[in-house]
């Protein structure tokens, strides 16, 4: 397993942006898949986007004209940047990785987690 940090999360008004970034421990990070997951108070989990280990980025429906993910290897850190964000964006958002280069949907794939970061829209 990799070690992920996130950061980045905080309080925004509707409308604005924020970028949240997982770091992560060793230089294998640019072989591997990560995503980006957030759950809402009283929701489940639910998958947001994931790049592969080739550059290839998928999104969710709901966000992705509005959240961009993004990675830089020599960094080992995935980013996600989340602009006219909405109320209904507010949830704890978490990194994930995989030891594969291609990506899955669902957090059982995923055997690497970050602590979570939090994000608040307000109106």
């Known amino acids: 397993q990799v070690q992920l940090v996130e950061s980045g999360g905080g309080s925004v008004q509707a409308g604005g942006s924020l970028r949240l970034s997982c770091k992560a421990s060793e230089i294998t990070y640019g072989r591997k898949c990560v995503a980006w997951f957030r759950q809402a108070p009283g929701k489940e989990r639910e998958w947001v986007a994931s790049i592969d280990g080739f550059g290839g980025v998928t999104t969710i429906d709901s966000v992705k004209d509005r959240f961009t993910s993004s990675r830089d290897n020599a960094e080992n850190t995935g980013y996600l940047q989340m602009n006219s964000m909405k109320p209904e964006d507010t949830a704890m958002y978490y990194c994930?990785?995989?030891?594969?280069?291609?990506?899955?949907?669902?957090?059982?794939?995923?055997?690497?987690w970050g602590q979570g970061t939090q994000v608040t829209v307000s109106s």
């Open positions: 994930a990785a995989r030891d594969f280069y291609a990506c899955g949907s669902g957090q059982a794939d995923y055997n690497s």
